[in-house]
């Protein structure tokens, strides 16, 4: 494409006018590659009316993959991400080295608007606005209604459950993640939070792991020995949870959302007998379950800090939310999506997954929280050989370490 | 101030001729000396200036970096803490277990590709038909992309996918078997050149020794053993001291198969995730300053205790 600007104005810096389109551009990174995410740039590049171009680029399809590309650019001061995609645990950290925009005044009332708050709250740090929510997950319980009538609403219940069926010869394994990786460490977070507990402090200066984490631990190692999960549950991540259910060896299982739509087209005969709860507790009270999702931030070196603004705006209103929800299975972050008919049809957990999410909470928040999940995925692994006590005590002091930039990364 | 020149006068003076024409001679020799030496230097000058800026500068950069708290994250925060950065190293169960995992993978793999490597520079040496074909064939691991390479090993390993895989087994996600088939993949890789380095040497045996002692009677295992092996002794500790070095700073495959999970990374795995992943600058650093002490102590035990000597060296050079 031919740069009009720099041929007029001789003086212009060539970079201006780099490869692809014209005109002030928007390098969007991260989420880009969805399904039909296609169609919703083409929407918003249509709403810009010329004034600035939206560009997809690829990133690494594992989040350590794409987190490690934004901090090494980031760092050197890249100005060529202008929006980022970020998961909601970078928060902390991006805000914390000054990498991602404040949000203040009309932008932060806009980015807030009709936003649900547990999302909002992982786009903040130290009592200010990073992002712009613009998907969120939230765990459920996924259960087969031939064998199990009325689901579970304690962990207890569940292994009690799954022990009767399994003395009974019927598929009885309780699937969850439990790799050594991010997804164990949302499990562990699930219980300690259960418990009333927190990893850190609110804002990250000290480790925070108590006997309401002890008593999470327990309840961590309890399921794992009682006999009713899967041999390999130390490797099990979400595909491996995933085909437990699907081959019918589980009776319970604790996955995200986009389980009731993988599996209209890997088993269609279980759709039926597929039902859906919400997450165990340990006292039969409302759960509160770890936030997924994806906020969208403004590099702190991007040259169109308001075009960017405006085009992450566009990306995740309430028509794209929906289209992105109905294509790729992203869960909206904006609370009015979930009123509409259309989401309604494709979520029939569409409630369920409401009030999950109202009730969630976020993961440590911390700038040091790449080393935290590390630490705990790797101290509490495998599952059944944790030692609550003795566990809790390297978790704290790891930690602790971790936050005053001692501790070294595996 | 005329002077008389008395007979001894004279005496000097001639001997002070004679001094002189030497000391003359020497200044010009030395003179054509200083000047080729300083034509030497000019020449070498770009070279060494190149080599200041994108060797020594870093390393001294790096050892300065690993003397102080530095983190790109909290880029004000830097400052001089000596060598505490060295003590949460070496304190840490993570380095030594990355370390020891490194030495295992580097001995044993360097004790396969020499024996591995010298049957096939023997067969490379010894092929009287098709030479040029079999040195080619087996080269091809060689002249293979690592990373490509690893892919392949990866796939060929994944549960339920991997052609290699037993029914119903994960290797790649046991340490035991992750750590076999990292080496695996190394000697796959690195035999052909162990080979092609051992071939040098044995093209320096001259056929008339290995006919005479097959003449007073010794065995294909005696002349090798007693004759080729001692005779191209500076070549395997050449060959085995170049793998070594490789070997240790080993990352690629790691990083490709495995990713460091289930303890198997390498020092330059833990290295990398501080350094890169972490921006930990001081950490990092101060890992890098010792993988870089650790291989200069390795090639320095090499050369002064086993003799190694580096290509090209003269006799003297050798101890």
Redesign the interface.
């Known amino acids: 494409m031919i740069c009009l600007g720099s041929l007029m104005a001789l003086m212009a810096p060539m970079a201006a006018c780099s490869s692809g389109p014209g005109g002030t551009v928007v390098n969007l990174y991260g989420g880009a590659s969805g399904e039909g995410f296609d169609k919703i740039l083409a929407d918003c590049n249509r709403a810009a009316g010329g004034r600035y171009t939206i560009v997809g680029n690829l990133l690494p399809s594992d989040a350590?993959g794409q987190?490690?590309q934004f901090?090494?650019r980031l760092?050197a001061h890249d100005s060529g991400m202008d929006l980022l995609g970020m998961d909601v645990t970078w928060t902390a950290?991006f805000a914390?080295?000054g990498w991602i925009r404040e949000l203040t005044g009309d932008q932060k009332t806009q980015a807030t608007k009709d936003t649900l708050q547990p999302p909002i709250d992982t786009a903040t740090w130290k009592d200010k606005l990073y992002g712009i929510p613009r998907t969120t997950n939230v765990q459920l319980l996924w259960y087969r209604k031939s064998l199990v009538p009325n689901p579970p609403k304690t962990f207890d219940e569940m292994i009690s459950m799954a022990q009767q069926l399994k003395s009974q010869g019927k598929p009885s394994e309780i699937g969850l993640t439990a790799a050594?990786y991010e997804g164990y460490v949302v499990n562990i977070n699930n219980l300690v939070t259960a418990y009333g507990g927190t990893l850190v402090n609110e804002n990250s200066t000290a480790p925070t792991v108590d006997d309401k984490t002890v008593q999470a631990l327990q309840m961590m190692q309890r399921l794992a020995t009682s006999g009713v999960t899967s041999k390999?549950l130390s490797?099990a991540q979400e595909p491996e949870v995933f085909a437990d259910l699907q081959a019918g060896r589980s009776a319970f299982s604790l996955n995200w959302p986009y389980v009731l739509s993988a599996m209209r087209s890997a088993n269609p005969d279980m759709v039926n007998d597929l039902g859906f709860a919400p997450f165990p507790t340990v006292d039969g009270g409302t759960p509160r379950t770890t936030l997924g999702g994806m906020n969208y931030a403004i590099s702190k070196y991007s040259k169109h800090p308001a075009e960017t603004f405006e085009a992450a705006m566009c990306l995740r209103n309430e028509k794209n939310a929906l289209s992105a929800a109905l294509d790729a299975g992203d869960i909206p972050a904006l609370a009015t999506v979930y009123q509409l008919p259309e989401f309604q049809k494709a979520y029939p957990m569409a409630d369920l997954l409401l009030t999950g999410v109202k009730n969630a909470v976020p993961r440590p928040q911390s700038?040091v929280y790449?080393?935290i999940s590390t630490i705990v995925s790797t101290t509490l692994s495998p599952p059944s050989k944790i030692n609550p006590k003795r566990s809790a005590d390297k978790l704290r002091s790891s930690i602790q370490a971790a936050i005053d930039?001692?501790g070294?990364?595996? | 101030m005329t002077a008389t020149p008395t007979p001894a006068v004279a005496e000097a003076a001639e001997e002070r001729i004679d001094d002189g024409t030497t000391e003359i001679a020497r200044q010009r020799y030395t003179e054509a000396k200083r000047a080729e030496r300083k034509l030497g230097l000019t020449l070498v000058a770009p070279a060494v200036i190149v080599m200041l800026a994108v060797t020594a500068y870093p390393i001294l950069y790096a050892i300065w970096l690993s003397l102080n708290q530095a983190d790109l994250r909290k880029p004000d925060a830097n400052k001089f803490i000596w060598f505490d950065n060295y003590i949460t190293v070496l304190s840490s169960p993570i380095w030594w277990t990355a370390f020891g995992v490194t030495m295992l993978i580097t001995v044993v793999s360097a004790f396969f590709e020499l024996v591995l490597g010298m049957l096939l520079a023997i067969v490379m040496h010894r092929t009287l038909v098709g030479r040029g074909l079999v040195r080619t064939s087996a080269l091809l691991p060689y002249a293979i992309v690592t990373v490509v390479a690893a892919f392949s090993w990866r796939f060929a390993w994944t549960a339920d996918l991997g052609y290699l895989t037993p029914e119903g087994s994960a290797p790649l996600t046991k340490f035991g078997s992750s750590v076999a088939i990292i080496i695996l993949a190394e000697i796959w890789k690195t035999v052909p050149f162990m080979a092609l380095l051992l071939m040098a040497g044995l093209a320096l045996v001259p056929e008339d020794l290995l006919k005479a002692a097959s003449m007073d009677g010794a065995s294909a295992w005696k002349r090798f053993w007693l004759v080729t092996v001692p005779l191209i002794k500076p070549a395997i500790l050449v060959a085995l001291l170049f793998r070594t070095l490789d070997a240790f700073r080993i990352f690629d495959n790691i990083f490709v198969l495995t990713s460091g999970a289930n303890k198997t990374s390498s020092v330059s795995m833990v290295t990398y995730s501080n350094l890169i992943r972490g921006l930990n600058l001081g950490i990092g650093s101060a890992m890098s300053v010792l993988i870089f002490i650790t291989t200069g102590i390795i090639a320095f035990l090499f050369i002064k205790l086993f003799g190694a000597a580096a290509p090209g060296a003269d006799a003297e050079g050798r101890r």
């Open positions: 350590d987190r490690d901090v090494r760092a950290e914390e080295a050594q390999s490797n700038p790449q080393n930039g001692k070294i990364l595996p």
